[in-house]
DNA sequence: TTAATGCTAAAGTATTTACTTGACTATCAT
DNA sequence: ATGATAGTCAAGTAAATACTTTAGCATTAA
């Protein structure tokens, strides 16, 4: 709702979402979500700093789409996003992929020259 | 090797490598190495910053262990560390299993009391 | 040997981050 | 209604980030 032009840009979106796991602060809520829904205030307890600091964290989190919450009363529930995790995923998939693609080619031209590969073989062509 | 001490800590590692990746230069280098291996100045050539800027982005990749790179000469070659990834995907698995773990659950208890339940249910017990 | 190339190292700067504290606003229990 | 609870908002601050420019140092080519 908010986000929905942020979120259009895809490159942006990954930066946001790289960025709210690149704190040990974020991946433990986001660790303690995939447990389960919880409040502010059980997110905040077994934390070392402010609840105010916490609120911060989650707010980040929500934007970048990792989580979502809803206000219930005075509490504010939150819950993990996963199709979010999902797209991280994917993205490290390609990278992966590509770099297996790599592989292969190397290996084969390695065959080609009949040189010892240095590389194990990873597909039958 | 310069990283022993701090790569010794498996949340440290994680930070660093969610914050390397928290950038869409560094995504752009990672995304061109997964292609294949390449020297500082090729990666440094469509980038719209100063040589010396992409050195350090190199640096940080290095440091996440996401890349390494060997001097040839007066060339630095860089390349992907697929393994780096993995651990990645496999942080982001765990979070899905324990999501799906919960969810499972969840609908275990709407079924029980024989509710409708309001969430698809994922796996016959 | 000289000059160009490819990279490195250091220092400086504007911006962003991860907090803090304190004042405030709803909601719920008594 | 009164007070306690759960969370929000804003302003301030120290540290980290993403660059820049300048100077330098090996390596290779002429």
Redesign the interface.
């Known amino acids: 709702m908010i986000l929905l032009k942020h979120m259009l840009n895809h ?1 942006t979106h ?2 946001s979402i ?2 709210a ?4 602060t974020r ?1 433990a809520i ?2 303690r979500l ?3 829904p919880a409040s502010i205030g059980e997110l905040a307890e077994p934390m070392p700093m402010s609840l105010a600091a916490v609120v911060q964290h989650v707010q980040l989190l929500e934007q970048a789409q990792l989580i979502t919450s809803q206000k219930h009363g005075r509490v504010r529930t939150c819950k ?1 996003e ?1 199709a979010t ?2 797209m ?2 994917n993205w ?5 992929r ?2 297996e693609h ?1 592989f292969d080619r ?1 290996a084969e031209v390695l065959d080609d020259h009949e040189q010892k590969p240095k590389l194990p073989k990873r597909k039958k062509p």
Chains 1, 2 share one sequence.
């Open positions: 490159q990954l930066t790289f960025h796991l690149a704190d040990p991946r986001v660790e995939s447990l389960g993990i996963v995790l999902d991280l995923e490290l998939g390609q990278r992966r590509q770099w790599m190397l």
